[in-house]
């Protein structure tokens, strides 16, 4: 089992940042891979960034690449998403997410632990 806890969110003006915390617990093997999801209102979840913790490369999709950094801290069992330059599309829960394998970690039904979200407000 593998417990995930967001914090972080919160509201700010374009061209604003926040760094969310993905506080995590359980079994290493069962969260192998991590990553940040988010859904606005009316639209799908979707990811954003991804981390392979064996070998602790980052993946991004596109509409945040050079914006968002993903990043863990082993000796905190936290994992961080650190978003700058945001947009007001960028509003969103946002959702931490654990899965011991991915053959896409950009696929939302890999991930077989989630959090239970925190929310982002990006006003213009």
């Known amino acids: 089992q593998v417990q995930l806890v967001e914090s972080g969110g919160d509201s700010v003006q374009a061209g604003g940042s926040l760094r969310l915390s993905c506080a995590y617990s359980?079994?290493?093997?069962?969260?192998?891979?991590m990553g940040w999801f988010r859904q606005a209102p009316g639209k799908e979840r979707e990811a954003v960034a991804a981390?392979?913790?064996?070998?602790?490369?980052?993946y991004y999709v596109d509409s945040v690449k050079g914006r968002f950094t993903i990043s863990q801290d082993n000796a905190k069992n936290t994992l961080y998403l650190q978003m700058n330059s945001l947009k007001p599309e960028d509003t969103a829960m946002y959702y931490c997410a654990a899965a011991p394998r991915a053959d896409n970690m950009f696929n939302a039904n890999f991930y077989r632990y989630w959090g239970q979200g925190t929310q982002v407000t990006v006003s213009s």
């Open positions: 981390f392979d913790t064996s070998s602790g490369s980052p």
């Open positions: 359980g079994y290493t093997i069962e969260r192998r891979y």
